[in-house]
């Protein structure tokens, strides 16, 4: 079950730190992606084959984020953190230290208010360098 936080839904944020709500697949209006836990009928191929949200060290875990793996972080975790922080100036291992020592809802209070256009208030995309409503250069 998700629990909405003004607006932003608990259940978007990935096991790796990902804010699914901030996805070009989620953000879309046709075939919008559900978000790395939801449905995997509703997901692309490459997202439900994700090594990460099928890790069985995280299956195991009563944790629900990578942060509370003994192999934290693993390589692949380390290879998605360092393609992000190249190509979208966002840190998959940055957002889960946050998580570990603020909690989930401080979390998404902090991405509502970092992922929000200056111009028109929507939601920004990670994956774009303009808003995907009013198009302004962020």
Known sequence: MTTPVR????GLIAPCGMNCG??????????K??????????KPRHCVHCSIINCPELKKS???YC????????RRLRQLDQRYRLR???SMLDNLAFIRDQGIR????RERKKWKCPACGQVLCVHRGQCPDCGKAY
């Open 33 to 42: 992606c559900p978000g790395c836990r939801g449905n995997h009928a509703d």
């Open 106 to 109: 401080a979390f998404v209070a």
């Open 7 to 10: 607006g932003i839904v608990l």
């Open 62 to 64: 009563k944790s629900k």
């Open 67 to 74: 942060f509370a793996c003994e192999k934290y972080p693993c």
């Open 88 to 90: 979208y100036r966002m």
């Open 22 to 31: 901030l996805c070009i697949g989620h953000l879309r209006a046709e075939r």
